[in-house]
């Protein structure tokens, strides 16, 4: 079995010239990048209590899945996370590694999915962020995950809700009118609703620790933490 679409692979492949560019194709990751940041360290400094401030995520094993160019990667590696980073795609792991180097950041980025990583150990915090709505199998694709998590590790999932305002906000609107995404960025038969997702996360050891909406603040220009799920949404799992 595998959990590698290789349209969606093909597709991103495409794209990766780009990932380090705010005014580019990813502009809206790098918009969005800040709150997942500080919803990741606050969830994780909390969960194990931990106390120092400077280098907070210090000795954490976190694996960063569908890692793209490094975005999140990146920064949780500055703040001290042991960061071991996977894509799918080849072009993507080159683009995330030269960028990781040049800054002098030690990060293991390695082409392979869930199913495939050759590493034994497990880790403290699994990234699934703007991922989950890209794979086959999506069943499959969080077995694997947590597989690799240890127990009470977190798992952090991150994507969009099937509804009809998000078909609307997300391709629609994200696409075609606002073009903030290329079009056919998304497929909304792929979108996942958060009790699908609850229920894959049960079936395989997961339980829901916090679930949150991710709004779009426009008098701000910028992405909060809100009680909307109907569109983007971020799911916190602990491993039991």
Not at 47 to 73: A, V
Not at 196 to 202: A, C, T, V, Y
Not at 209 to 232: M, P, R
Request: net charge positive.
């Amino acid at each position: 079995m595998s959990t590698i679409n290789k349209k969606e692979i093909e597709k991103f492949s495409k794209m990766a010239d780009e990932w380090w560019d705010t005014e580019g194709k990813f502009k809206p990751l790098h918009k969005f990048n800040p709150l997942r940041i500080n919803y990741i360290k606050k969830k994780v400094i909390n969960h194990f209590n931990i106390k120092s401030k400077f280098m907070p995520l210090k000795n954490i094993e976190l694996l960063d899945i569908g890692c793209g160019g490094g975005l999140l990667s990146e920064p949780m590696c500055r703040l001290g996370a042991k960061v071991t980073a996977i894509d799918a795609s080849q072009k993507n792991i080159n683009v995330a590694s030269f960028h990781s180097k040049r800054n002098k950041l030690n990060i293991n980025y390695l082409c392979a999915s869930p199913e495939k990583i050759n590493i034994k150990k497990k880790f403290d915090v699994i990234l699934n962020m703007e991922i989950v709505e890209h794979v086959n199998d999506l069943n499959f694709f969080i077995k694997q995950s947590s597989l690799l998590l240890k127990k009470n590790g977190l798992m952090f999932i991150a994507t969009l809700n099937k509804t009809l305002k998000s078909y609307i906000f997300a391709i629609i609107g994200a696409e075609y009118i606002l073009r903030w995404l290329p079009v056919g960025t998304h497929d909304w038969e792929k979108f996942v609703k958060p009790e699908e997702l609850i229920e894959f996360g049960k079936k395989n050891y997961l339980e829901l620790v916090k679930i949150d909406g991710v709004n779009f603040n426009i008098l701000k220009d910028e992405w909060i933490i809100g009680k909307d799920k109907s569109v983007n949404y971020i799911t916190q799992f602990r491993k039991i």
